[in-house]
């Protein structure tokens, strides 16, 4: 297993190097800012669309490192992809209102089972 996971994470951190690569091929020092313009060049798309792409290229890579590991559970792999929508979103790849937009997904989804668990507590079950 331990295998597998080491292998994952060689391929996240080698598809994140091609990626920097792809946008920083002719740029001596990196600035963050000018990877989405530099691959939106090199791929003909546009700057929006360069970001988007990057940053779902970004959060998917993530997610399936953390989805491989042996003992990751559903809450630490949320809490780790929120950060990085915030992260992502303050350095202005992505817009404030989807990371808005996710978090009230996210409440949907697990809304049911707070309540749940939330009544049962005061109801003195286990």
Do not use: C, H
Request: proline fraction near 1%; avoid cysteine; aromatic fraction near 6%.
């Amino acid at each position: 297993m331990y295998i597998i996971q080491s292998r994952v994470l060689v391929s996240v951190v080698f598809g994140l190097m091609v990626l920097l690569g792809i946008g920083t091929l002719s740029a001596q020092a990196i600035d963050i800012n000018d990877i989405p313009t530099s691959f939106a060049d090199a791929v003909g798309i546009s700057q929006t669309a360069a970001e988007l792409v990057i940053s779902a290229m970004i959060l998917l890579s993530i997610g399936i490192a953390l989805s491989m590991f042996k003992g990751s559970n559903m809450a630490l792999t949320v809490i780790i992809m929120i950060a990085m929508v915030g992260m992502l979103t303050a350095i202005g790849w992505l817009d404030a209102w989807l990371l808005v937009m996710i978090v009230l997904v996210i409440a949907l989804m697990f809304g049911q089972k707070l309540r749940d668990w939330g009544t049962t507590r005061m109801s003195g079950g286990s």
